[in-house]
């Protein structure tokens, strides 16, 4: 979903997003995938994104199981997992997943000031690991990932984690 008119990201995401398929409810799901619709980890107890997924139930349940092994799994802390999948929304524009990922940022342990220098593509109050992150995703998000960027990353991450990254900031593009 991109309710911003195209218009970008930075500074905060504004604007009207609107589904373009129907929000199924909990109780329309049949009672195996009423689960895949909540969320322990945000204030909206109820997904939208999952809501709208959940039109086609096989779906969101592959959906849920790949963001779950991304999450989980992907050799990077909470907050660098936040900062790369924030990045990736501030270049591309999502205010979907910019609201989201603000709330679920804030849990566990960005700053709002912290957030707004995503927005801005500021990387000056992040330490050198957290630059190179953000610089990444920021670089995959556009599809441009130089060599010279590329082995910038792995110097500070092995190559699990590296895989990681890649993988969050493109299955958020």
Known sequence: ERGDGGKECRGGC????????????????DPEYRDLVESTLQSE??????????????VLHGFREFFGALWNHSGLTDRQRELTILTVASEVAS???WQQHTRVGSG????????????RDDRSRFDDDEQILMAYARAAARGRVTDELHAELSERFDDRTVVGV???ASSYV
């Open 166 to 168: 890649a993988t969050i």
């Open 95 to 97: 205010e979907y997943e």
């Open 45 to 58: 107890k109820t997904l939208k994104l999952d809501r709208a997924v959940g039109n086609r139930r096989e």
């Open 108 to 119: 566990v342990g960005l700053s709002a000031a912290e957030i707004a220098a995503i927005a």
């Open 14 to 29: 504004r604007g009207r997003t609107m589904a373009r398929v129907p929000y199924l409810d909990r109780d329309d799901l």
